[in-house]
Structure formats: C-alpha cells, structure tokens
C-alpha cells in the first residue's frame, strides 16, 4: 500500500481530502510514514499524556501483582515473588529500551513484524518477519484474553465474598468473559474518540487507587516480619531445588513487566509518533515498576499464611488479604479497585491489539486480510479487527470450563509467544547495527553508543524468559495442569507455515518493500 497521489502536494503536505484523515498528525508523522510507504487511515487522537495513561493502564503492574501472581506463590512463595519482580524488572529495562528505540526509528503499528522486516538480513527478511507477526498477533490476542478472564473472575470473586454459599462451576466464569469482551468490543468500535480522555482519568485512578489500598493494607491489616517477608521461599510445585522453583514461579513477575510495546502498536494514533511512543513506553515501565515493587513488598508482608491464601474460596489470595483487614463489605469495595483499572486495560489491549492484528493483515499477513485490514469509512476504525479480536479472545475463554489453570496457561502464551518477537526483533536491529550500522533509520530518541550492549542484554534476558515460560505450575503434572501454552505455541507455529507454504509465499512481501530507499 503507498500513498495516494496527491496525498502531499499542498503547502501543508496534505491535500484538503486527505487534511481530515490526518487530524492530529506533525510534519516528523508524515515523514516517518512516507518514508515507510504508508498510508495514514487511523486519526492521531492521542497526545504525549494520553499515551503514557495508555500505556501505564494496559501494562497495570502493581494490579497485576495482586490479582494474577498465584503461580509466583505456589512457586517460590513470598520472597520469591520479591526478588523475581527485582531481577525481572532489571532485566527488562534493556528489552523495553530496545523497542522503544526501534518504535523512534519505524513508528507503525506493526511493530515487531515491520523492525523484522526491515533490519534483519535481506534473505531472510520476508520468512522472519512473517513467522514474527503470526507470534505477535498470538501474543497481543492471548493478552487480551487474559483481561476479560481477570476482571469477570473477579466479578465472580465479589460474589462468592457477599454470598459464601455460592459455589460457581467455571463455565460461570467464562459467561462473564464473554459478557466483558462484549461490552469492550462495543466501546472499542463505536467510543474510540473518548479513549484519550478515558485513559487521563484512569491514570488517575491507577495512582489513587494503588494508595488506597496500600494505606488501608499497612493500617488495618495484620503483617508478618520483614525476615519472612524476604527470605521465605516456598516450594508448593514440588520442584527437585528451590532455584528451579523460583525459576518457574517468575513468569508471575514477567507478566506484570510485559506490554510496555503496546505503545508502538499505537502509533498511528499518537501525535508526533517518533518521539512522543519511546518516551511512553519507558517512562510507563519506570512508573509501572516503581509502584509494582511498593505494592509488592507492601502486599507480602501481609500475606502471612501463604498456604490458607492459596486455597481462599474466590481462587485470589488478595481476597483473602483483604478479609484479615476489612469486613466482606469493606472486601468488596477494595476488590472494585483493581476491576475498575483491570477492564480500562482490558479496553486498551484490545485497542492495542486489533491495530497490530489490522497492520498485519493491511500487509497481507493473515487469511482473510483484505476484511480484517479494513478500515470503517467513517468512524475511522478497524472494526473488523476488533471484532476478530473479540471472537478470540471468546474461543481462549472456553478452555477456562475444562481447566482451572486455564488462565496461567494463557498468560503463558501471551509471555512466551511475545518473547519470540522480542528476541528475533531486538536480534535483528543488533545485527543490522553491528554489520549495516549506516542503513539504520534516523530516528529523535536512540541509544546511541550504549545500543549494541543494550540490545545484546535485552536479547540474552528475552531467552531467558522464553525458555521458562514453557514450564507447568507443579512438577508432577497432570492433565488439567499442564501448561497448554506450549501446544498452542506450536499449533499456531504449524498452521503459520500452512498458511505461508499455501497462501503467504505469494501474496506476503512484508513491509520492507514499501519502505523507502529499499534496494535502491
């Protein structure tokens, strides 16, 4: 796809058909497109505040450490949790500082896909970046599987707190995911204009909220000492050594570091891509991981018995923090919190979603990509994307009825499946800055000379994470607990190569052929 003619003739670099498409942009969005090939289709509604908010809201750290760290319990236990979160959230500054500078340099909503594309050798160009935007778009539609799946359990959780006698089957839980995807998929298609504004608010309420909680926590609620706190490690999985415990237990810690990228997949909406997406994306991280590990450390000192909260009735342990401070009232409204905040980010993974789903197929990288990298005529979205998005997010739901652990599993996929693209995406731009330094791109936020042993570490730790996101909660494992990740990973993994061996070898050329410049 290329620019219409005409597209950049007058005074301002618009003609006045195309002026109202492009509300929002700068003269940097222009140049950053055009020298992509592409068209811009999407409006630019989103400033540098609204796109921190977005991405401080989708990645949810401190809320995601309350809600979603079971696994990082059973696996290593408080202290375990603890010092996981500080290794990983190190670890993935030189992840997130990787794609925010390859975000400066190609600001599309492709992300992964296009930087694949683009920097990766010539040959191997158009197979590499087609296998990492099938991952990308696995990762992007487990992760937002995973927001309907907490907020409607939670939901469940307030339930079962006012009505002990209510003991729901789990296809109770998967009728609330699908009632949660369905209001998001309204408001994603038909409430996109009010996002920006949506998302200043919840930042609010991410801040707010996060001290709520925290003061209600450190004043009412009972707390064990700080030398349990930190050297507590337990070990419920059975694991041979406490070291492989803890190295299972830490996918908890990188589920709530992930998703910081989700800003790339933004920005053909954000106003002055090129600068405004890197700076969110690691100003986000920093804030994010700040208020993750106060929480954290704040929410292991008063989990004081760890074995009672892992059994609690709701299947969250918070709750069961919550109960040992609060009456099932005060429960509740505490629970409401993070249910707010969890479906606003539940909203914005799927906005993050759907454009890179949409990106994709607008380089035909998907079945049936003319209908899904449609763009609605005039409410200026790709609804065919979002409702794809949706209808996954609904078929990923269905597992939670016959498994119990069918949310580690999909957290699972979401991790593993994003640390594929991470590492080919962040080992491309390497090699490319190693070997063809001067066909980088120019961009206004780089690493400069810091950029080979910045991507070399983000890459080594993306392995690291790639590897023991496979893993099962439990050593001896049975059928309901086994990580289902792994056969999804290299179901999706088979059914790319179909796809590109029947369909993609032909119509698939990958992005980099538009770019300009490209074998000139």
């Known amino acids: 796809m290329v620019p219409p003619k005409g597209a950049f003739d007058d005074e301002d670099g618009l003609d006045d058909g195309y002026h109202s498409q492009l509300k929002g942009h700068t003269k940097n969005d222009r140049v950053d497109m055009a020298r992509m090939g592409k068209v811009q289709e ?11 908010a977005f991405t401080v809201i989708i990645q949810g750290t401190w809320e995601v450490l309350m809600t979603a760290t079971y696994q990082g319990l059973v696996d290593g236990g408080p202290a375990g949790l603890i010092w996981s979160f500080i290794w990983t959230f190190i670890g993935f500054i030189f992840i997130v500082a990787s794609l925010a500078e390859m975000a400066s340099m190609a600001p599309t909503a492709g992300g992964q896909y296009h930087w694949v594309s683009e920097f990766s ?3 191997l160009q158009k197979p590499l970046s087609y296998f990492v935007g099938w991952m990308s778009t696995l990762s992007w539609q487990a992760g937002t599987a995973s927001g309907p799946f907490l907020v409607g359990t939670l939901i469940q959780a ?14 109770h839980g998967t009728l609330m995911v699908i009632a949660v995807t369905l209001l998001v998929w309204a408001l994603n298609i038909w409430g996109t204009k009010f996002m920006p504004l949506f998302q200043n608010v919840m930042l609010v309420v991410h801040v707010f909220g996060f ?4 003061i209600v926590l450190w004043t009412l609620a009972p707390r064990q000492s700080a030398k349990a706190t930190f050297t507590q490690f337990s070990n419920e999985g059975g694991w041979q050594t406490m070291g492989l415990s803890l190295m299972v237990g830490q996918i908890s810690a990188i589920y709530g570091c992930i998703c910081s990228d989700a800003a790339a997949h933004m920005s053909e909406e954000i106003k002055d891509a090129g600068k405004t997406v890197p700076r969110a994306m690691l100003s986000s991280y920093l804030l994010n991981g700040l208020l993750g590990l106060i929480f954290l450390i704040s929410y292991m000192f008063m989990m004081t018995d760890v074995a009672t909260a892992l059994e609690d009735a709701t299947g969250y342990p ?18 409401c919190i993070p249910i707010v905040l969890i479906f606003a980010g539940t909203l914005s993974f799927n906005l993050s979603t759907s454009r890179q789903t949409w990106a994709f197929a607008r380089d035909h990288g998907l079945p049936l990509s003319d209908w899904i990298g449609r763009v609605h005529p005039t409410l200026k979205v790709p609804a065919n994307a979002v409702t794809v998005t949706c209808l996954i997010t609904i078929a990923l739901s269905l597992i939670n009825i016959g498994s119990d652990v069918a949310f580690n599993a999909i957290i699972s996929l979401n991790v593993v ?8 995406s962040i080992g491309a731009v390497l090699y490319r800055r190693i ?3 001067a066909l980088l791109p120019k961009c206004r936020w780089s690493l400069g000379r810091w950029g080979v042993p910045v991507n070399t570490i983000g890459l080594l730790y993306s392995c690291h994470a790639f590897f023991w996101s496979f893993w099962p909660n439990i050593k001896d494992v049975t059928l309901e607990d086994f990580n289902w990740a792994v056969v999804m990973f290299v179901g999706v993994a088979v059914a790319c190569g179909v796809d590109y061996a029947v369909r993609a070898r032909r119509k698939y050329k990958g992005p980099v052929v538009l770019v300009e410049g490209w074998r000139d």
């Not at 709750?319 to 009232?329: K, L």
């Not at 499946?417 to 080919?424: D, F, G, N, P, V």
Request: with cysteine; proline share 13%.
């Open 158 to 171: 307030c339930a079962i707190v006012a009505y002990p006698d209510y003991s729901p089957p789990n296809w």
């Open 318 to 335: 918070h709750i069961w923090v919550f109960t040992q401070a609060v009456s099932p009232g005060g429960v509740i409204g505490l629970n």
């Open 42 to 52: 999407l409006r630019r509604n989103y400033r540098p505040l609204s796109a921190l």
């Open 435 to 437: 070997y063809e330094p």
């Open 121 to 123: 050798p010539p040959k």
């Open 211 to 214: 001290l709520v909680i925290i």
């Open 417 to 424: 499946s994003l640390m594929a693209t991470y590492i080919i």
